[in-house]
């Protein structure tokens, strides 16, 4: 089996690296050039699976922001259905009161069940801690 020969013309830049590469390594100009080829290739194929890499990781964060910003609304809404169905009398609390504390006891819950997974997400902006109006208060 004979070797496939092609001639192909390098930059003046070229040729300097492939030369500094031959004299690093002490190979011939060919082995040089297929040396360096085979390692751009190599460094070609680790930018993209990193790069694919930092797309999914964008997507998990994404995802955890948006169940962030969920997660607790739901944990309140059980714990706040919880407490009325276990109210028998009358109440001292306003709606607004009891928004704010099925709120904070959702938050606690949430919070809690992110770190018994070990999962960190960064801290929440105050613009992004949510408020309640109460339909009373909407007018």
């Given at each position: 089996m004979t070797e496939e020969r092609e001639t192909?013309?390098?930059?003046?830049?070229?040729?300097a690296i492939v030369t500094a590469h031959c004299e690093r390594t002490g190979l011939t100009r060919a082995a040089a050039i297929e040396d360096?080829?085979?390692r751009?290739?190599?460094?070609?194929?680790?930018?993209?699976?990193?790069?694919?890499?930092?797309?999914?990781?964008?997507?998990?964060i994404d995802t955890l922001r948006a169940l962030d910003a969920s997660g607790p609304y739901a944990i309140a809404g059980l714990s706040l259905m919880a407490?009325?169905?276990?109210?028998?009398?009358?109440t001292?609390?306003?709606e607004r009161e009891y928004a704010?504390?099925?709120?904070?006891?959702?938050?606690a819950g949430w919070d809690g069940h992110l770190a018994s997974r070990a999962?960190?997400?960064p801290s929440r902006p105050a613009?992004?801690?949510?408020?309640?109006t109460t339909t009373r208060e909407q007018g």
């Open positions: 192909v013309a390098l930059s003046p830049k070229a040729v360096l080829l085979a751009g290739a190599q460094q070609v194929d680790v930018q993209a699976v990193r790069g694919m890499v930092e797309e999914v990781r964008a997507y998990v407490h009325w169905a276990a109210r028998t009398g009358a001292s609390l306003g704010e504390a099925a709120l904070d006891a959702g938050r999962v960190a997400l613009a992004e801690q949510p408020s309640f």
